[in-house]
């Protein structure tokens, strides 16, 4: 671990990476945004408490927030933002995502399947040769005498 964490820069980087503002990660830890402000530009040292409430709010660990390696490579910004919001659901709603993701999968290999037959449907298809069956009536249309 470095010697100087700056904790400021830490949590600058974790809620942009996160795509929170300030306003949302301040009512998520409940502080002021002047506080986060203050915080994240160096002029103001937070406490434990509150940076265990920032790094709850981030959903992270202390340990995760003073770890040299960036924990946010873990997954891309968009899976870290739907963790965020299951974290404050309760274990029902979070049953009733997991499903709705399994059936949207389902959907989802179904139309590429659907889509894959349908390319083949017109690549097999062959247009119907003209025979001499074929007659221009008085109006110009093309009919089958």
Known sequence: ?????????????LRTNLGLSQEQLALRAEITTTYLGQIEHNTKRPTVFVVEKLCSALNISLSEFFRDEDYLCKYDMVTDQILLYLQECTVEEKQFVLAMCKQLKCLQHSAKLQTENSVETQKTKKSVPVTALEEKNPDGEITLG
């Open 1 to 13: 671990m470095k010697n100087n964490f700056n904790i400021g820069s830490r949590l600058l980087e």
